[in-house]
Structures are given as structure tokens and as C-alpha cells.
């Protein structure tokens, strides 16, 4: 049994991504992402994921300024746990609901401390990226996030009311230095 890491994403974590993947699809989450056509062309979807275009993905594309993403997976035992995000800047999107850090754990595997520890293993990378304090914002009824991100030393800022596009936010900064 080896210990959880951070990796870039690679093909050698297909078979267990596409099954996280199914997960997060049961759950509505990642349905941009089409199984099948990953399946076909695995090796790409890595390359891209690598090539940093960055966020914003779908669907905001054409109304918010992208910034460059580091996007890491979390592992262990040779298989994919969960991905990390970090967003090398902010734009107006992100300040309010999105921040430098976005973190997943696969539904299957929660609960057994990897959210803590995705978090944690991202800091250093966020430093590395230039980022002294990094921004989390989460849904004030997002208990599990909310625990991770204090557990890691995450200071509330401010609440953000839900408006007619987007749901309401609850924002922390963590220091990374
Ligand atoms: C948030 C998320 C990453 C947590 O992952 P996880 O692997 O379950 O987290 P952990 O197992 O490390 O648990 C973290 C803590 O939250 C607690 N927790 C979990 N669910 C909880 C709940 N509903 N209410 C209160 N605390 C809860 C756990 O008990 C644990 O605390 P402890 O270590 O003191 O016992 C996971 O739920 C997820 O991927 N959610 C969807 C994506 C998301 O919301 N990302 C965060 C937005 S940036």
C-alpha cells in the first residue's frame, strides 16, 4: 500500500478516472466530460488537461477573462482519488465564486480524509504557482468543504448572497507561504 500523492494527470490513471468520472456523473457533476469520447482518445484529454489553457471551462467561456489552471490529481495505489485546481490568478468570476482552489474527491472514497489531504498537498503547489494567499469560496451548506478548508487553516473572509445566476458563496483565504 503506497501513500496518496499529487500527480499531473496521465494515462496511467484511465481506467480508474473514467470509473470517478461515471461517479460524478451520477452525481451531475462533470457531464461536459463524455465518457466515451474519453475512452477513444484518453491520451489527449491528458495532453489538454497539461497544456494549461485553464479556467473557465464550459459554459462561461465567452463572457470571463480565462486565467492559466495547474489541475492535479490526487492517487494512491495507482489509482485516481481526486483532482485539485489551482488557478494561477483571479478574474472577476473567480473572486467571487470560484477562487484559487478547487478540490474533488471521488463520491466513492469521501469520507475517509482525502479532502483534507487533497487540500493540504495543494498548498505547496499554490505557492510554487506564485500564490501567497489563496482564495476558497463554497456553499455555506457545503458542510464536508467548509471543514476541510478550516481543518487547513482557511480564514473566512466574507458571505456572498446567492444572486439569479449563481448560488451563494461563503469565502476563505489560506495562507500558502
Ligand atoms: C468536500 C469534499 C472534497 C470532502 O471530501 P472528503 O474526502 O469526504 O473529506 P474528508 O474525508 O477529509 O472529511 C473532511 C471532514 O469533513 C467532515 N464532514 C464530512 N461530511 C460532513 C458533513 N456533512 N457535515 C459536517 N462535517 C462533515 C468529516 O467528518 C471530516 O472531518 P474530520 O476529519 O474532523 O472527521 C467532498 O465532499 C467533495 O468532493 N465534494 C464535492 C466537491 C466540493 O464541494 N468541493 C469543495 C469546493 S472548493
Known sequence: MSAS???????????SFLEALAEYHEKNRYLYNDISLLKGDFKAFVKELKTEHGYPHQPYQEWVEPVQETVTWLVK??????????????????????GHIHFVIRPSMRGMGFGKKILFKAIPIANYLGIDKALLTVHPDNKAALHVIESCGGVFDDELPATDQFPARKRYWLDCT
Open 5 to 15: 500523492k499529487l500527480v499531473r494527470p496521465s494515462v496511467d490513471y484511465q481506467e
Open 77 to 98: 495505489d495507482g489509482k485516481y482519488i481526486g483532482t485539485v485546481d489551482i488557478r494561477h490568478r483571479l478574474n472577476w468570476h473567480l473572486e467571487k465564486w470560484g
